[in-house]
């Protein structure tokens, strides 16, 4: 949790702490902080066979986060995959429920549709008024994966491009500094990343963007992580919520199912696929969700139907 200061307390220790981002709040602000559980969705786009790993990567998580969460699995009023019908009726709650509730932050996770223009998308026009809805409601979305893609494309009118083979494996990235954002703040100075995805953003088209900051990035893998400036809109390529064994699941999923794929990059030592993989990026993936549920604490409303606290006098 953030510590708490007063405008008195001219500790050189205060301000240095303040510049390089560490979570501290104004005694002023924090007065005005009824201490509360903390309302975040997931919206969970994968398919059946994934649905439920997906819950445990983001739940495990937010679970290690300083603050006491309420988890919502959110999904749309109108469009339901048959095939988890039943997994959907009994643990998610529709979008109109969710309204009534409110969220503090919302996660929209990846899914399989990378081959999909996205007006083909069948529930497209939903994703649509969904996010335009949390942008008006919600302190801080999460766009994972295609919902990065989709998120860009509606937000900001990005155009994704396809790569020439799946980019599968871990890679290395730095976290760039100069922004300031608290989303970074303790992650270590290069990050691995996991990737599995056949399209991306190219660089040059978020940075032409004034409202984005690229905030980890790969000379290699291309970009990771994007935030808009004021941090309410974040969008993550990669997929640092995966667990050691995600990557090897999709490798042997994909070579039962006969698609052209190369082994994952920089996972199994000695590129020996019978090896217990290297799982080099759960701590700074823990880093990033503990800094993003700190930047909802900070800002968010007590009444989780307000989005934003008033802005604070100083």
Known sequence: MPLIVSHSEQLPAFRRLEQDRVPIIRRSR????????????LLNLMPTAAKEATEIQYFRLL???PLQINPYLVYFDKHKSQSSADHLDRFYRRLSEIKDIGLDGLII???????YAFEDVYYWDEFK?????????????????????????????????TLGTKRLGIYSHRVHREHGS??????????????????????ATVASIDDLQILVESENAGIHLISSRDGRRVFVQGHPEYERDTLKKEYERDLKAGVDIHMPENYFPENNPEREP???WIANAQVFYTNWINYIYQNTHYDPLKPLMEADAG
Do not use: F
Request: aromatic share 8%; glycine share 8%; with cysteine.
């Open 182 to 203: 608290i989303l970074t703040q303790n992650m270590d100075d290069v990050v691995d990343i996991p990737y599995s995805r056949w399209t991306g953003i190219p660089s």
């Open 278 to 280: 290297r799982c080099t």
């Open 63 to 65: 679970a290690n986060t």
């Open 109 to 115: 996770t990846g899914a399989n549709l990378e081959h």
């Open 30 to 41: 924090a007065a005005q902080q009824d201490i509360r559980p903390l309302n975040v969705g």
């Open 129 to 161: 008024d969904l996010i335009l809805w949390a942008d008006a409601h919600v302190t801080s979305t999460i766009y994972g994966c295609w919902a990065s893609h989709a998120g860009l494309y509606v937000h900001y009118g990005v155009e994704r491009v």
